[in-house]
DNA sequence: CCTCATAGTGAGCTTGCCTCACTACTATTC
DNA sequence: GAATAGTAGTGAGGCAAGCTCACTATGAGG
């Protein structure tokens, strides 16, 4: 892997000069994203746990229960979608469904306390892995690529 | 998506403060990467074509003819993907497979004139894309951003 | 009460990868 | 110069993570 990244820079050169350079900016930015996958995979290899899961996990660990509308909202997909996701941690014994009280047609999804005991340790290790990755930079380079992206974003 | 994004901004105020500025950084990454991966899907779409034909497309701009395995080594996947992605361009006419003449086990990959045709749209495209999305930064921001992630790729 | 809207889910599709096993061929070794 | 070992591509089939469409059950408003 590394050593393609080598050679493909190697080969940009015959035809840098016609390149602008934000074009260099986006294979940049998604080569950064590659590894950034990668490496937080890695953190979460331990838990053996898909990462469709381990976003879900993270979106209920600051609500004591969620509707599956709701869940689907703070995951950015489609609703059905989200029942799958909620079925697979369900079979791992990490959520519960219950019927909402206040609408038969909806179910709330809250954490066990497996669930959170998991989503906890995941959280451990991906700030870990955060750290590993970014802490490669200055202080005053994580604070300007914050504030960059910062400006990226919306 | 914008307004989700923008509520997930609000709820996030919740609990700032028990996260590290590293675990910041990650969110503000994907949230960017998925910004530009919206709009360069919307800078494909004129020509309906798949993120992963356009990335063999490119690759295949600057090289007259590249053996399948070659093909699969730079865009990082299995031979055997590889031979999907170029079944798909072949069916669209944008690319040739030929027999390797010193490797009769081997194929040669080359564009097509169509092939060639769309390439270089889709690449004015992408560029102009990438224009439209980085360009929102100052040439120092700009500078400073390529530095960094210089910095974090490998 | 009747109509319309909403919450979740079954069925089935798509994209973009993967592994494993196989065929056809090349290279090596006895 | 045959046997053996390795390599290039691909058929078969799988998986993850999303999607739409259509349906059921329920809620809400006139």
Do not use: C, N, Y
Not at 17 to 37: G, I, K, N, P
Not at 63 to 85: F, G, M, N, Y
Not at 137 to 153: N, P, V, Y
């Amino acid at each position: 892997m590394a050593e393609d990244q080598h050679e493909k820079d190697g080969r940009a050169d015959e035809w840098r000069d016609v390149r602008t350079d934000t074009d260099r900016l986006s294979e940049l930015f998604w080569s950064v994203a590659r590894q950034l996958r990668h490496s937080s995979r890695e953190a979460l290899a331990p838990w053996d746990i898909a990462p469709s899961h381990s976003r879900a996990l993270a979106v209920l660990m600051h609500h004591q229960a969620l509707r599956l509308s709701e869940l689907s909202d703070h995951l950015h997909i489609a609703p059905r979608s989200t029942t799958d996701v909620v079925d697979g941690l369900q079979e791992r014994g990490l959520i519960d469904r219950m019927p909402d009280p206040h609408d038969r047609r909806a179910m709330l999804v809250s954490l066990t306390d497996e669930g959170h005991r998991v989503g906890t340790a995941i959280r451990a290790a991906r700030d870990a892995d955060a750290e590993r990755f970014f802490g490669l930079l200055s202080e005053d380079d994580r604070a300007d690529l914050a504030r960059i992206l910062q400006t990226l974003r919306r």
